[in-house]
């Protein structure tokens, strides 16, 4: 019977939670009895205290506590965490969130200027938001005055000559029953005076005795709680609870609930009026009383509320008691802050139920009166006014800025008298700073625009007042320097001292190669791979126009294809021949990304032979230079039988080489063969000088590109193009890879 209610009851609580999708999926092959036990053995593991709540509701046939236990447990779970129990009395214990930046955070970072259209809220509803399910607590420590009564329950603790451990509990006469004594009545007595009544009646019939009495279980106590609050109804407290008490179970007002005249009514008459203000503001609990059975705890409508919001400590919604004046308001919400605008402060107020209007309240402010004693604020408050309190001008304008080249740059407070020497004198200027220019950048006359006043800081510090400017607020005095930045650029590879380098201005190629030993006797020089960062920028950037161009043809191309189409057949040629351009286009993205920026030059290992050429690069920042080891292949790639690497012989010619790889296929271009060489320059048959290109003699590094025929009809002329591009590339970058 107890499997089957149960089973029953998981079921009800089931329905109302559905377990997440993976235990779901678990539960479908248990059986209902299994899937019961296997949530409750869930709950076990998280809280023990709640699983047992759970099972004997189970056991003892109410589902309906049953079913409120789980939901507790759930809504504890996610609030909380698997620590914390919902058949606790402490609030939530869920782990606080990270705050935003506070009002002084934002103060001092100057960022405050937009406080005062921050979404206000109704101040205090919070407190019992965050309060968490109320679970009635079993047992209280009670004070000597507490009055006993039916339904409280005790232990009596005796040890002489008599020993023994008796739990009593007050029956609805007001009465206990003792060993030996029978039945003694208690209630009306205090607790204080339990222990005298007690001892009083067993002395009758025992002697040399000792007793202790330890309150348990208080007796319960019916209270109602309706009006506007979270959960209207009546509620079974423990006999030592207070309004506060109430409230909290019942969740506490909503926001169209008063928070400042709640009732307490007993036998129809209001014996309290709370205003919980005085809690939230002051933590004074003087109004708090303590409740009696059939008590009646009512929460009407909210009354008059005013909003203020800016630069005070506490900018909220605020409920109204009575007549309040703005100066109060602003004390309610804390004052206002070190930043406000004191002297203007905005209200905004409906009007008739007819329009809204603002107006701005001037406070004039004098040493002897202080804010909220100024007339203008006086002024009464209507329900649903809103207050707003400005921040000052988050940037001081009374500054000047000295930038550039010294050693204590940032800004400096402005003075009708400062000038620029003593800016200057103030910013102390570095041995590197540049005396022949500063300059003083200043706002023009309509703050429009700016106007650039040289100063010449020789002629200033030399005593010249010419040069001596009056500065104005918001004045920016640069000073620049003539000392040159290092630049730096890196040569690995076969030198005798290969590493990075700082090179001085007009420093060229040959100069640096001297500087560090020149060659090794493995260096091949007609190899040199010479990289630049802005070779590489433009790269990028000119590979960039094309790939945007190609695909402005694309799209026009595959337009025009569709147009023309008169068949199924060319209509689908037509959107193959897109999708590949479309590819071929995202190749050449990748591609970009592998420039190296490599210059081609034409050096060898006799340096002198070479200086002051155009091969003698004038250096930059960020060069690379790398002198490989002399390589001993040629590379054959593209459409050949056997592309790949060979051996080089001296005087061996592009054909010769060709043939050794089988020769060309039956897809060779022919006519388009053309040669990389290991120094970066590249021929073919085209190239003026040339001649045939396959009677070229190679050198080792060396690279031949065999590329691929294709049809000249135009419908495939972009990707030919694009297809050009991405293999020349290829060959480029593979030639490097080689000769690194």
Not at 111 to 117: F, N, P
Not at 148 to 165: K, M, Q, S
Request: hydrophobic share 40%.
């Amino acid at each position: 019977m107890k499997k089957l209610l149960f089973f029953i009851c998981m079921i009800v609580i089931l329905s109302a939670h559905p377990a997440p999708a993976q235990q779901a999926q678990q539960h479908r092959s248990s059986s209902p009895i299994d899937m019961a036990n296997s949530i409750v053995q869930e709950m076990r593991k998280d809280d023990p205290q709640a699983a047992q709540a759970v099972t004997n509701a189970i056991q003892n046939g109410d589902m309906a506590e049953a079913k409120r236990l789980y939901e507790n447990y759930k809504a504890s779970k996610r609030s909380a965490g698997p620590d914390s129990s919902p058949l606790t009395t402490s609030p939530s214990t869920s782990p606080a969130q990270p705050q935003g930046p506070s009002l002084f955070e934002r103060a001092l970072s100057g960022d405050h200027t937009e406080l005062t259209t921050a979404k206000l809220e109704q101040f205090g509803y919070d407190l019992f938001s965050k309060a968490g399910p109320y679970q009635a607590p079993g047992m209280m420590p009670v004070g000597p005055d507490y009055v006993i009564g039916p339904g409280d329950e005790f232990t009596l603790t005796l040890w002489g000559t008599t020993e023994g451990i008796y739990t009593v509990q007050v029956s609805k006469e007001g009465e206990i029953t003792l060993p030996k004594v029978g039945v003694v009545a208690v209630a009306g007595i205090r607790f204080g005076e339990l222990e005298k009544t007690t001892r009083k009646h067993l002395s009758r019939y025992y002697s040399n005795f000792n007793l202790s009495i330890a309150m348990g279980r208080l007796r319960t106590m019916t209270v109602y709680v309706v009006g506007e609050v979270s959960d209207p109804g009546s509620y079974q407290l423990p006999s030592l609870s207070t309004a506060f008490t109430a409230l909290f179970a019942a969740g506490g007002p909503t926001k169209k609930g008063t928070l400042r005249t709640i009732q307490v009514l007993r036998s129809g008459k209001v014996i309290k009026t709370i205003d919980l203000y005085d809690f939230l503001l002051k933590g004074d609990r003087s109004q708090d009383i303590r409740l009696q059975h059939e008590d009646t705890l009512f929460v009407p409508l909210i009354g008059p509320v005013a909003g203020i919001s800016g630069t005070v400590y506490r900018q909220a919604i605020y409920e109204m008691k009575g007549e309040e004046s703005m100066a109060g308001l602003i004390q309610r919400a804390g004052g206002i802050m070190p930043f406000a605008l004191g002297s203007r402060i905005q209200l905004n107020r409906f009007v008739d139920n007819q329009k809204q209007l603002m107006y701005d309240i001037k406070v004039p402010l004098t040493k002897e009166t202080s804010l909220l004693q100024t007339p203008a604020l006086q002024e009464k408050v209507h329900n649903m006014d809103i207050v707003k309190i400005f921040p000052l001008y988050s940037d001081v304008w009374e500054t000047v800025n000295l930038a550039g080249h010294v050693r204590y740059a940032g800004e400096f407070e402005w003075r009708q008298d400062l000038r620029v020497r003593e800016l200057i004198q103030q910013g102390q200027l570095l041995p590197t700073s540049d005396m022949r220019r500063a300059e003083v950048i200043r706002l023009s006359n309509d703050y429009a625009n700016r106007e650039v006043i040289p100063v010449n800081l020789e002629k200033l510090l030399a005593g010249d007042e010419a040069e001596n400017i009056a500065l104005k607020p918001k004045d920016m005095v640069r000073v620049y320097t003539t000392y040159r930045p290092i630049e730096k650029v890196t040569i690995n590879g076969e030198v005798v001292r290969p590493g990075t380098f700082e090179i001085v201005n007009g420093e060229k190629l040959s100069d640096l190669l001297k500087r560090i030993g020149g060659f090794t006797q493995e260096a091949y020089s007609y190899g040199v791979v010479f990289k630049r960062r802005d070779v590489m920028n433009a790269e990028a950037r000119n590979l960039q126009t094309f790939i945007a161009k190609m695909q402005q043809q694309v799209i026009q191309t595959a337009a025009g294809g569709a147009a023309t189409a008169v068949s199924t057949e060319e209509s689908g040629f037509a959107k193959a021949e897109f999708a590949m351009n479309q590819s071929l286009l995202s190749n050449l993205k990748v591609v970009q990304e592998q420039f190296e920026g490599r210059v081609a030059i034409n050096i060898t290992e006799d340096i002198s032979a070479w200086a002051g050429t155009k091969n003698d690069l004038l250096l930059q920042d960020g060069d690379i230079l790398y002198v490989p080891k002399r390589p001993q292949e040629v590379m054959v790639m593209g459409e050949v039988h056997s592309p790949g690497a060979l051996i080089h012989q001296e005087g061996t010619t592009v054909l010769d080489y060709v043939n050794q790889t089988g020769g060309y296929t039956d897809y060779a271009n022919e006519s388009q063969v053309y040669v990389l060489r290991a120094n970066g320059f590249a021929f073919s048959s085209k190239t003026p000088s040339i001649g045939n290109v396959e009677k070229v003699t190679l050198n080792a590094g060396d690279t031949v590109f065999v590329p691929q025929k294709i049809e000249r009809y135009a419908a495939m002329r972009i990707a030919r193009d694009i297809i050009d591009i991405l293999f020349k590339t290829a060959v480029v970058l593979a030639t490097i890879t080689i000769i690194f």
